[in-house]
C-alpha cells in the first residue's frame, strides 16, 4: 500500500531533550516536505527537500533541522525542543509538481 | 510572499445542497494548486490538484476551478452529504514544493 509513515505518532517531552520524528514514503518520491499545524495559524511549511542531499527552508524553519540520505527517508530533529513547538506535525511526499501525500501526523508536546 | 486565504471560515448546510468554498491568493505565480480535506485529528487526503496551465479539475461530485490572473481557486461539491463534512484546505505552489496553505473552510453537512 502506498503509503507515508510517521512516528511516533505521540510524543511527550521536556524543554531541551532533543528528539527525532521519521517520515517514511514507499512511493519513490523525489520529493518531501515537513508542515507544523497550529490553531488559527494553520498550516505553515518548515523544510522541503527536491531530492537526497537537497533540502531548503520553507517559512517556519527555526529551530528545525532536516536531512535527506535516502530517497524514502527525511527525519525532523528537534535539537533543543522548546514549549513553542508543541504542535501536530505532518510530513508529505509528491513527484514533480504532482499531488501531495500526507503521512497521518505526529502530536508533539514539549513541557 | 505569498498568502492563502479562504471564505468562509465555516459553513453549515442540509444534505444535497450545491456549494462553493473559495480560496485566493496574492501572487499569480503559482505552479499548481491543491485542494484537501481534513478529517479532525487526521492527516490531510489530497483530493484535486490543478495545474497552472489547467482551468479545472473534477472528480466524482467535486470540481475545482483556477484563475491565476484573479488569483482565485473555488472548490464545488454537487449534492452535499453528511460524509463530505471536514475541513477543507486549498494550498499553492509557488516556487516547486514550497507550498502555503490557507486556513480552510469547515464544512458541516447536516442530515
Known amino acids: 500500500e502506498a503509503q507515508v509513515t510517521q512516528n511516533p505518532r505521540y510524543l511527550i517531552t521536556v524543554t531541551g531533550k532533543k528528539l527525532t520524528v521519521t517520515c517514511s514514503q514507499n512511493?519513490?518520491?523525489?520529493?518531501m516536505s515537513w508542515y507544523r499545524q497550529d490553531p488559527g495559524l494553520g498550516l505553515r511549511q518548515i523544510y522541503y527537500?527536491?531530492?537526497?542531499?537537497?533540502?531548503d527552508k520553507g517559512d517556519v524553519p527555526e529551530g528545525y533541522k532536516v536531512s535527506r540520505k535516502e530517497k524514502r527517508n527525511f527525519p525532523l530533529i528537534l535539537e533543543s525542543p522548546s514549549p513553542n513547538q508543541t504542535s501536530l506535525y505532518f510530513c508529505?511526499?509528491?513527484?514533480?509538481?504532482?499531488?501531495?501525500?500526507f503521512g497521518p501526523g505526529t502530536r508533539l508536546t514539549v513541557l | 510572499k505569498q498568502e492563502v486565504t479562504q471564505i468562509p471560515a465555516a459553513l453549515s448546510v442540509p444534505e444535497g445542497e450545491n456549494l462553493v468554498l473559495n480560496c485566493s491568493f496574492t501572487?499569480?505565480?503559482?505552479?499548481?494548486l491543491q485542494w484537501f480535506r481534513q478529517d479532525p485529528g487526521k492527516g490531510l487526503t489530497s483530493l484535486l490538484l490543478?495545474?497552472?496551465?489547467?482551468r479545472e479539475q473534477t472528480s466524482g461530485r467535486l470540481n475545482a476551478s483556477l484563475d491565476k490572473s484573479s488569483g482565485r481557486s473555488t472548490l464545488y461539491i454537487a449534492a452535499s452529504q453528511p460524509g463530505d463534512s471536514a475541513t477543507y484546505l486549498c494550498?499553492?505552489?509557488?516556487?516547486?514544493?514550497?507550498?502555503?496553505f490557507g486556513p480552510g473552510t469547515r464544512l458541516s453537512v447536516l442530515p
Open positions: 508529505a511526499s509528491s513527484t514533480a509538481w504532482n499531488e501531495q501525500f
Open positions: 512511493m519513490n518520491h523525489e520529493y
Open positions: 527537500s527536491m531530492n537526497v542531499e537537497v533540502t
Open positions: 501572487d499569480s505565480a503559482i505552479y499548481n
Open positions: 490543478i495545474q497552472s496551465s489547467q
Open positions: 494550498a499553492s505552489d509557488n516556487y516547486g514544493q514550497n507550498f502555503v
